[in-house]
């Protein structure tokens, strides 16, 4: 069934720590984004690939970094994590049709 | 820039009654889509319902419809027969190109 993946779903890490969030599509989509978004507020674009080697920085300024070797894999790192970075991070693609974008489930980080 | 402007923060129906969430926009754009998407407490971002705006007739989904007024750059959400399942966040979200642009959400509470 085509979807799209997010691991880990929950991740609590100490300040300094490395850490690298999974996201996979199935959908055969080239466009993929990551938003972050606190609890209950608006979502802010950080990241967005339009296709293999291609990444740009969204809207708002992250520290984290991504890549983009495989179509249906688009990762999210975070050098050295701080408690500035606790959040929830999701994951879309979207179609070439209507530009909708389907969301993964997020991953909630909190940095301790 | 293409701004999304959701004046509601917080909505409440009551159960099986009828409610509707507002969504303004601001665009320069003659050819776009609008989407409503629905978060539910911790679960995924879903689509509820789509409107292309060279279409004049209002989308319908079930119980969820809209209303689409291109002139004053509006696209509101009805819900009818409101059920304790549809209590989540909503957004609604502009695109005209490879972006969603989304308004701030209307937290919706659903009392029995």
């Known amino acids: 069934e085509a979807d799209i993946y997010q691991t880990p779903r929950y991740l609590v890490i100490g300040t300094g720590k490395k850490i690298t969030l999974e996201c996979s599509q199935t959908?055969?989509?080239?466009?993929m984004y990551w938003y972050q978004q606190d609890p209950g507020m608006e979502l802010h674009l950080i990241h967005y690939?339009?296709?293999?080697?291609?990444?740009e920085k969204g809207d708002l300024s992250s520290e984290s970094t991504v890549s983009r070797i495989r179509t249906e894999h688009f990762p999210l790192t975070l050098e050295s994590a701080r408690p500035s970075h606790t959040s929830q991070y999701l994951c879309?693609?979207?179609?070439?049709?209507?530009?909708?974008?389907?969301f993964g489930p997020g991953t909630r980080l909190t940095v301790l | 820039a293409q701004t999304v402007t959701q004046s509601q923060p917080e909505m409440s129906v009551q159960e099986a009654e009828t409610v509707t969430l507002s969504c303004t926009y601001d665009?320069?754009?003659?050819?776009?889509?609008l989407f409503w998407y629905k978060q539910p407490p911790s679960r995924q971002m879903i689509l509820v319902i789509r409107?292309?705006?060279?279409?004049?007739q209002n989308a319908t989904e079930n119980r969820f419809s809209v209303n689409f007024q291109k002139a004053a750059k509006s696209f509101s959400l009805k819900i009818s027969d409101s059920q304790l399942g549809d209590a989540a966040m909503y957004f609604c979200?502009?695109?005209?190109?490879?972006?969603?642009?989304f308004g701030g959400g209307t937290r919706l509470m659903v009392k029995p």
């Open positions: 409107q292309e705006a060279y279409k004049q």
């Open positions: 959908m055969g989509h080239d466009k």
């Open positions: 979200a502009y695109n005209a190109g490879n972006m969603l642009t």
């Open positions: 690939s339009y296709g293999v080697n291609s990444t």
């Open positions: 879309a693609s979207s179609d070439q049709s209507y530009n909708e974008q389907f």
């Open positions: 665009t320069s754009e003659s050819d776009y889509y």
